[in-house]
């Protein structure tokens, strides 16, 4: 299964400026692309719960996984499932019911959670041209320094970058 982190940021490194703040503030092109990526049927994404509290009700057409600990305090609600496992047994899970990408999309807890146990093939991250005067960053403490190779890079519109980054962790 592989495993990607997508996210969005600020040239300084933000992903809101609140932990309530949807991503309202991205470009078309960038929630174009988030859009795309995460179609097709072959992926699930895997968000936290202060994620999800800004997209209640998930994504039309996908499946989401949201990250709680108090998953029976959410109703049913179709396309979304609620688990307080380790991340280990969801992802096992998810390949079982034959998921083969698992798109890690936010929030900051939830990509330092991924990255500090390895879980992360890929790294998709949009450079808006903004800079926030405060806000939620990208990552919190790591364990350890990561070199990532570059893959590609793009041009989503005029403005707005795209980096596709390997990790070292890709295929373990
Ligand atoms: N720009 C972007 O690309 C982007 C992408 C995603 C999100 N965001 C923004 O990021 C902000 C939210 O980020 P955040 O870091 O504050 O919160 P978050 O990662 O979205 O959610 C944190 C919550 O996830 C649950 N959680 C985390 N680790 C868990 C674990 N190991 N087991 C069970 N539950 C776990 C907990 O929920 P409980 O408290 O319910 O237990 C925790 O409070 C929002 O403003 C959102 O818009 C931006």
Redesign the pocket.
């Known amino acids: 299964m592989r495993k990607i982190i997508i996210?969005?940021?600020t040239v300084n490194g933000y992903?809101?400026h609140?932990?309530?703040?949807?991503?309202h503030w991205?470009s078309k092109a960038d929630k174009r692309f988030f859009r795309e990526a995460t179609s097709g049927g072959r992926g699930v994404i895997i968000?936290?719960?202060?994620?999800y509290e800004?997209i209640p009700g998930g994504l039309p057409g996908r499946q989401m996984v949201v990250?709680?600990?108090?998953p029976k305090c959410f109703p049913n609600t179709p396309g979304v499932v609620f688990r307080?496992d380790p991340?280990e047994i969801i992802l096992t899970d998810m390949e079982a019911k034959g998921y083969t990408e698992s798109w890690i999309?936010?929030?900051?807890?939830?990509y330092t959670?991924f990255l500090r146990k390895g879980y992360v093939d890929e790294i998709y991250l949009t450079v808006e041209p903004v800079l926030f005067d405060r806000g939620?960053p990208f990552l919190s403490e790591l364990a350890q320094d990561t070199p990532l190779s570059l893959i590609s890079q793009r041009l989503l519109d005029d403005q707005t970058v795209l980096l596709h980054y390997r990790t070292p962790f890709s295929g373990g």
């Open positions: 996210a969005a940021v992903l809101s609140s932990e309530t703040e949807s991503s991205t968000v936290g719960r202060k994620t800004t990250l709680t600990t108090q307080s991340v999309a936010g929030g900051r807890q939830v959670l939620i």
